[in-house]
């Protein structure tokens, strides 16, 4: 079975770091683009970022450019979302996505909750 | 950026009831759009690509059509099981990839 299983959420002050991780199982986690999308407490799906299969490019929303940082290791299966400078905002559930031949997204996780409260 | 509008926000439907979600993009997208179901507590999941065609194991009542900047997606008789909430997202112009603020069938 495809699977996508994300991990490392959590409560953390305005300001401080997190790492998310996204462990992919049943497919060839190299074949694809990967990205993360997050959905507010109550709200709407939002688009984060999106990094190549090689780790060549990597894409970012304005609202999260400078900050947070995707990276991937295809030998572990393993896609990163390194959060930092967090601010009230970002508190929102954060998906684990596959994407399919730069188009839709076809494979989602279950989600990793990050509160940023003080 | 291309911003997705979608309407209604919310849509009141009895089982068996046609529904039709709209979905509507700032600039042509071409058909490079889908939509994803969403259930309470749960991830979304991938109804249509392509604006038309059904992700593997969605069954032929869903049905997507539309393409340029008008987009809609017709359950033809709703079942219990359909009551969620429905996202449109564009994957033509990117970054960003964006999504419409959603349609909840209740």
């Known amino acids: 079975e495809e699977q996508l299983v994300e991990s490392g959420g959590g409560l953390v002050q305005p300001g401080r770091s997190l790492r998310l991780s996204c462990v992919a199982s049943g497919f060839t986690f190299g074949d694809f683009v990967m990205h993360w999308v997050r959905q507010p407490p109550g709200k709407g799906l939002e688009w984060v970022s999106g990094i190549s299969r090689s780790s060549g490019s990597m894409d970012y929303a304005d609202s999260v450019k400078g900050r947070f940082n995707i990276s991937r290791d295809n030998a572990k299966k393993a896609l990163y979302l390194q959060l930092s400078s967090l601010r009230t905002e970002d508190t929102a559930l954060y998906y684990c996505?596959?994407?399919?031949?730069?188009?839709?997204?076809?494979?989602w996780g279950r989600g990793a909750q990050v509160t940023v409260s003080s | 950026e291309v911003v997705m509008t979608q309407s209604p926000a919310t849509l009141s439907v009895s089982p068996g009831g046609r529904v039709t979600l709209s979905c509507r993009a700032s600039?042509?997208?071409?058909?490079?759009l889908a939509w994803y179901q969403q259930k309470p507590g749960q991830a979304p999941r991938l109804l249509i690509y392509?604006?038309?065609t059904r992700a593997a194991d969605i069954p032929a009542r869903f049905t997507g059509s539309g393409s340029g900047t008008e987009f809609t997606l017709t359950i033809s008789s709703l079942q219990s099981g359909d009551f969620a909430v429905y996202y449109c997202?564009?994957?033509?112009?990117?970054?960003?990839?964006?999504f419409g603020g959603g349609t909840k069938v209740e």
């Open positions: 600039q042509s997208v071409s058909n490079n």
């Open positions: 392509d604006a038309s």
């Open positions: 997202q564009q994957y033509d112009k990117w970054p960003p990839l964006t």
């Open positions: 996505v596959r994407r399919v031949h730069y188009r839709y997204f076809d494979l």
